[in-house]
């Protein structure tokens, strides 16, 4: 059962232990940043929230991010998941530079491939905040293993996003603690390039076809 909460004017979080989604309301349209997993109903939860139109962003098509999807009939994502995305919608591509205003807030997506090859992440200028999805996230696991993802693309976009730290305060990861200071820019760039360079040390996962590796920061299923 997802909970739904206020956290700033016309911007609410979606939630339940598993994932999270953001939702900004505005007078004439909202905005809903990820759907989740089909079982936590996020469309519902928009509903009791807002009877406007909703346009659909999505950080990425992880499964734990799109599972609500068959509940709208379009929605924005990067043309390279297009491929991860299985049911029929309408997908309309979200590219670096565009922008999506509502509630007070203007959404710019930044590119940030990696996690996976179509991950962005959302900035908001004026308000200093970072949506990552799930590529910045205190404690983690942030799944880095199967065909599409790349570590090296991940390290590249983590070393694009610095240089945003110091424009941001706040960053909203769709997992884990949230929300967390922009200086975890930083310490997931230090913790990937630890893994790339073989320096953590991993542990095989019960279930998943994967090692757990623990930086000092966060850690990675890879
Ligand atoms: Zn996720």
């Given at each position: 059962m997802v909970q739904t909460r206020l956290?700033?004017?016309?911007f609410y979080c979606i939630e339940d232990e598993r994932v999270r989604q953001f939702l900004i309301t505005g007078k004439e349209e909202s905005i809903l940043i990820d759907t989740g997993f089909?079982?936590?109903h996020v469309a519902d939860a928009v509903k009791s929230v807002t009877d406007t139109p909703v346009k659909v962003l999505l950080t990425h098509a992880d499964r734990d991010h799109i599972?609500?999807?068959?509940?709208?009939e379009e929605v924005y994502l990067?043309?390279?998941?297009?491929?991860?995305?299985?049911?029929?919608i309408r997908l309309r591509d979200l590219c670096e530079g565009d922008c999506f205003s509502c509630g007070g807030y203007r959404l710019e997506v930044v590119s940030i491939p990696?996690?996976?090859?179509?991950s962005v992440a959302f900035v908001d200028w004026e308000n200093r905040l970072l949506l990552p999805g799930d590529s910045v996230q205190k404690e983690g696991p942030i799944y880095m293993f199967g065909p599409h993802r790349n570590l090296d693309l991940y390290i590249e976009s983590l070393r694009k996003l610095l240089p945003i730290a110091d424009k941001i305060d706040t960053i909203l990861p769709c997992h884990h603690e949230c929300p967390i200071d922009s200086g975890y820019i930083m310490k997931n760039l230090q913790d990937a390039l630890a893994l790339r360079e073989g320096k953590l040390e991993g542990e095989k996962h019960p279930s998943l076809p994967c090692s757990t590796f623990r930086g000092i920061w966060t850690q990675f299923y890879r």
């Open positions: 956290v700033r004017e016309n089909a079982d936590s599972g609500g999807l068959s509940d709208f990067n043309e390279k998941d297009w491929g991860l995305v299985s049911i029929p990696g996690h996976t090859y179509g």
